[in-house]
């Protein structure tokens, strides 16, 4: 169920992270090589990156495959940025909510996608409902979802939780409220990528930049995979890697200042 990507780093254009490598997110909406729910993700796509000295990122989403885009090769090679996040999309339910429902989900500074499912949505969330203040629940972004769990994660965020708390306590209370769920997060600020591998694929690469994928986009040996219920915090020159019981607890993996 979808495939998503993020890069802090120098600043490079878009597509050199999203179309040129070999199994690009681009391609990977067609011929994902370690996706293990779903087969082809043309259910929508979107991407987000920040300019500089603009603290708000930008979007371009569609509601149909990437491929099928004829403006998008042109944006990926002339927008440059050194902080992106990009989605394509396998819709849990087909055809909900069109563009609306493609990742990234925006609010303020903040970029999020969600790589997984919540079986049983809606009804298995419904516990969670009276969780959220009113006015969150009648802005969301979508009726799919990731617009749901995006809704708990920031209304943490906005409470003036660290991201990597924020993001962790979030997949805790859906998934024991749909134990089955499928929670691969991902968020940005432009200068820090958190990230879950909760029930999917997750690896990360560092070097000129740092980027986080549900799989490589090349057989570069400097990915590495990210453990099942691990929250990853990334900056440009560095990971750290916690288990999701206690994201407070990070062990350093490389220097991550």
């Known amino acids: 169920m979808c495939r998503h990507l993020a890069y802090v780093g120098p600043e490079l254009p878009l597509g050199r992270v999203l179309v040129e490598p070999e199994h690009s997110l681009y391609r990977q909406s067609w011929a994902p090589r370690r996706q293990r729910y779903g087969t082809v993700n043309a259910d929508g796509f979107g991407v987000g990156w920040y300019a500089p000295d603009d603290p708000l990122p930008a979007r371009y989403r569609r509601a149909g495959p990437v491929w ?23 819709a849990t339910l087909a055809g909900a909510d069109a563009e609306a429902a493609s990742a990234p989900f925006a609010a303020g500074g903040w970029l999020f996608s969600h790589n997984g499912a919540v079986p049983g949505w809606p009804h298995t969330m419904a516990p ?55 929670l691969n997060l991902l968020l940005t600020d432009g200068a820090t990528i958190t990230a879950s591998a909760w029930g999917d694929s997750l690896f990360y690469r560092t070097g000129t930049g740092t980027v986080v994928a549900s799989e490589p986009y090349d057989d570069d040996p400097r990915w590495q995979e990210v453990p ?27 220097p991550c200042p």
Do not use: I, M, N, Y
Not at 68 to 90: E, P, Q, T
Not at 144 to 164: M, P, Y
């Open 68 to 90: 099928a885009d004829l403006s998008f090769a042109d944006l990926a090679r002339v927008v440059r940025s050194g902080a992106v996040l990009a989605a394509v999309r396998d």
């Open 128 to 182: 969670l409902v009276p969780t959220l203040p009113p006015a969150d629940l009648l802005s969301l972004q979508a009726g799919c979802d990731s617009a749901f769990v995006w809704a708990l994660l920031l209304h943490r965020l906005r409470a003036g939780q660290d991201a990597a708390r924020a993001l962790g306590e979030t997949v805790r209370q859906v998934a024991e409220a749909a134990p089955a769920s499928r």
């Open 228 to 254: 099942d219920r691990t929250v990853l915090t990334a900056t440009r020159t560095g990971v750290r890697l916690a288990p999701l019981e206690d994201p407070a607890s990070a062990t350093p993996k490389e």
